[in-house]
């Protein structure tokens, strides 16, 4: 009898309580931050379209027109000839005037034309334990595979029609629906730890790391905010729209960090560091 009592007061537990209890006892708890909890942490930066063109100051510096077509957003200056001084002179496209940052993916090629988007928006989140240290000036780094020919991971880059279409994320590009809020979307995520030495490697890639359940590995050890890319488009989408980088599955995207770094350090500390959802505000 006494245990039946005993069982039954511990289903009233309520159910974040029976929670604490059991992490407190011999069950290992989640190195994760929940999932929830993470996506809530962020700061946004909204930015218009800028231009395009075929160069790439991370892959091929000083050489015009030497890569597929990228379209940019942010930065209003980039090009082949970029650095972090040109950058940081020039203006930006998004409602953070702060955010000089260089952003760009591979333009989207609809029948043989090149598809402008209609904007992009920035995610920067905390997805992992302890403080986040902003990035520092000149970092420059690449998320994705410009030469996939097979579905890459959707932790890296994923199409969508936008959270109100309700068409689930999928490596390759949908037909969204008609209908308010639903367009087509590319969404790229990048890596969230740094190796604390190279503001570059050889292949753009090497001196980050993704995180694994709220952790950078040893290698990695300095978090970063996590840039979540995404590039909205006036079209739905089908069969007869791909990259310039080849096809429907090479999605990538390229950041070089000119941010005001006094603005970055702000936000990274007020936001994602105090736990705080900033969203488009301050």
């Known amino acids: ?57 991370i892959v091929y510096p000083r050489q015009v027109g030497k890569s597929h077509r990228h379209t940019f957003v ?29 952003y760009w993916m591979p333009t989207l090629v609809q029948d043989g034309q090149a598809v402008a988007p209609t904007g992009a928006t920035i995610y920067y989140r905390a997805r992992t334990r302890g403080n986040i ?23 890296v880059t994923f199409w969508n029609c936008g959270v109100e279409a309700g068409v689930p994320r999928s490596s390759t590009v949908p037909t969204c ?35 694994e359940r709220g952790a950078c590995p040893a290698s990695h050890p300095v978090a970063v905010p996590a840039i979540s890319f995404i590039m909205r488009y006036p079209i739905a989408g089908g ?7 080849m096809g429907q599955y090479s999605g990538h995207a390229d950041f070089f ?13 007020d936001c994602l560091n105090a736990r705080r959802h900033c969203g488009r505000g301050v």
């Not at 708890?29 to 218009?48: D, G, H, L, M, Y």
């Not at 420059?140 to 959707?154: C, E, F, L, T, V």
């Not at 960090?257 to 500390?269: E, F, K």
Request: glycine share 6%; net charge positive; proline share 6%.
């Open 1 to 57: 009898m006494k245990r039946l009592v005993l069982l039954l007061a511990v289903c009233a537990i309520p159910a974040a309580l029976a929670g604490t209890l059991l992490a407190s006892g011999n069950s290992a708890p989640s190195a994760a931050r929940p999932a929830a909890e993470s996506e809530a942490v962020n700061f946004i930066s909204s930015c218009r379209f800028s231009h395009m063109n075929s160069d790439d100051p």
């Open 74 to 102: 942010s930065n209003t200056s980039t090009n082949a000839f970029s650095t972090l001084a040109s950058l940081k002179a020039a203006g930006t496209t998004c409602q953070r005037p702060g955010d000089t940052a260089a």
């Open 133 to 155: 240290t902003p990035f520092p000036q000149g970092l420059k780094m690449i998320a994705g595979d410009a030469r996939a020919m097979m579905p890459q991971s959707m932790r």
């Open 177 to 211: 629906p008609e209908g308010r809020g639903s367009s087509l979307r590319l969404h790229v995520t990048f890596p969230d730890c740094w190796d604390g030495r190279h503001l570059d490697s050889a292949d753009h890639k090497s001196h980050m790391a993704y995180s």
């Open 239 to 245: 069969a007869n729209v791909e990259l310039a980088s």
């Open 257 to 269: 960090n000119a941010w005001n770094q006094g603005a970055l350090t702000r936000l990274v500390n």
